[in-house]
């Protein structure tokens, strides 16, 4: 139907057209040619005049109403090191086109103006003249040489990549329809590797878990933080189509490009507080920033900084956003503190992961921490339950005494507990579950509880702080009536008796 009026009104306006020629050509054969002529170029060159200034005016108008959302201009100054250098090459770059573009604009509409159609006035014609292509050829030639070498002088210097031995930080973007997948690097400071052909629904960067480097790595959920002051290195890359990693009050902005790595290095030089200040100076920050709630926060107040995709990347492309926070070092390190790492709570242990059978470093520098902890609690308790601790840590061949080669991390926590506190001596029992004969039972738990003393002896702990016992399916921490609740029965502990 829409297409159908369309059609129509096409057709109606062309119909119209040709009548309203039909009309002037019949005034020009009534007037004479001459007249019509002298009438139209009269018209034209006052239309032209005043063109020329409305036009003039709707420029600097809108230039100077628009300027205050404008990067670069009023309240939005750079947030970045280079950012003032982007900002004051484009503001160079706007006065010299700026000025070309109005003295052009007022040469060509004056012009028509002042050489229209007057009777007896003949045109002059100036074939050559050297002087002029040399005047018009070299002003254009000079100014462009000046801009595009400040252009690439700038571009040098806001590309450069990291030197080695700088100091820096660095974090990678990775985007896909839609949204962002930011990965910092836990305390060691490095990204670990990652592999396309690794991704799984679990591990959707696919990275490479065997790489030490990427245990601690974080991927922190919709608000990002950034310390002030601090050269940020990110690496970008997409996943499925072409996205772009865009602060726009950092003036960065980046292709992310499927199977291109590229980067971007910046420095935030103000944090979202001190932007928040600046911006609190100008009237359109101090409105309502919800207008249903005029007595609310204020604009200025819930300022943030945000990371976009500022590429057309699909039709959820507006909900690439997310807040970015830049903030003073100290509150980075707390945010960074309470950060979990991605491998140790989304992978560690389950399908995905590929270091099942070991135990890692830090590991076992926590399980220590833990243990120290723990053992001085019970040691200082005076309730007797306190006193008894699962060895949580050590394991045994399936239906045999033997300890699995990880134990030794638990038992040697243990070695170690026992030399820091040389006053105690400890009971260290066997539990089965309910599966198998109750005196087989007891044995396997008996036999299991002395190769745990016998690690110990062999640590160097008298044996006569060690009492050995294996209690069997007689003492289960829960009924035995789940896989779950069976492997909770399975276990090793020890009382601290004194
Ligand atoms: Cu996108």
């Known amino acids: 139907m829409t297409s159908l009026i369309v059609l129509l009104c096409v057709i109606l306006i062309t119909v119209v057209l040709v009548q309203i020629g039909k009309v002037y050509e019949l005034t020009n054969v009534i007037k004479g040619e001459q007249q019509v002529l002298r009438d139209n170029s009269k018209w034209n060159g006052w239309l032209s005049l005043t063109f020329l200034v409305v036009f003039l005016f709707g420029v600097f108008y809108s230039a100077w109403d628009y300027k205050n959302v404008m990067l670069g201009y009023g309240p939005h100054h750079a947030a970045s090191e280079h950012g003032a250098l982007l900002d004051n090459i484009f503001f160079i770059t706007l006065v010299i ?127 990002l933080y950034l310390p002030v002051g601090k050269k940020v290195r990110v690496r970008i890359i997409a996943k499925d189509v072409l996205h772009n990693f865009y602060l726009p009050q950092h003036r960065v902005k980046m292709d992310a490009v499927p199977g291109l790595p590229t980067y971007f290095v910046f420095t935030p030089t103000k944090t979202t507080a001190e932007y928040r200040n600046e911006l609190r100076k100008y009237p359109e920050y101090n409105e309502p920033f919800d207008a ?59 399908a995905d992961d590929p270091n099942k059978d070991k135990v890692l470093d830090l590991e076992v520098r926590e399980r220590a921490k833990e243990f120290g902890e723990n053992i001085k609690k019970a040691v200082e308790s005076t309730t007797a339950t306190d006193k008894t601790l699962v060895l949580n840590h050590i394991g045994f061949e399936t239906g045999s005494a033997t300890l699995t080669s990880n134990s030794k991390y638990e038992l040697d926590n243990l070695v170690t507990g026992l030399n820091a506190f040389p006053n105690i001596s400890i009971e260290v029992a066997g539990h089965t579950d309910n599966s198998g004969d109750p005196a087989g ?51 090793t502990e020890f009382t601290i008796l004194n």
């Open 441 to 491: 039972n007891v044995a396997l738990s008996s036999a299991r509880a002395a190769s745990v003393v016998k690690y110990l002896v062999d640590r160097g702990i008298s044996a006569g702080r060690l009492k050995p016992r294996g209690y069997g399916d007689t003492k289960p921490l829960a009924p035995n009536d789940t896989p779950d609740n069976m492997a909770k029965n399975r276990r």
């Open 97 to 223: 086109t700026g000025i070309v573009f109005v003295l052009t604009h007022i040469a060509l509409f004056y012009f028509v103006y002042k050489y229209r159609y007057q009777e007896g006035r003949k045109a002059k014609f100036i074939p050559h003249d050297n002087r002029l292509e040399v005047w018009w050829t070299a002003i254009p030639a000079v100014v462009m040489t000046i801009l595009v070498v400040r252009g690439l002088n700038a571009w040098n210097t806001v590309m450069a990549d990291v030197k080695e031995g700088e100091e820096y930080m660095e974090i990678e973007a990775t985007a896909q329809q839609f949204g962002w997948t930011l990965r910092y690097p836990g305390n060691d400071g490095k990204i670990g590797t990652r592999d396309y052909k690794l991704t799984t629904g679990a591990n959707t960067l696919g990275v490479d878990f065997t790489d030490s480097k990427s245990w601690d790595d974080i991927i922190p959920g919709q608000e």
């Open 292 to 350: 249903a709630d005029p007595t609310g926060p204020k604009r200025w107040e819930k300022f943030d900084y945000e990371l976009a995709c500022a590429e057309l990347c699909g039709k959820g492309h507006y909900s690439m956003r997310r807040v970015l926070k830049i903030v003073t070092q100290e509150e980075y390190d707390a945010w960074l503190k309470q950060q979990k790492s991605f491998y140790l709570t989304e992978i560690r242990g389950k």
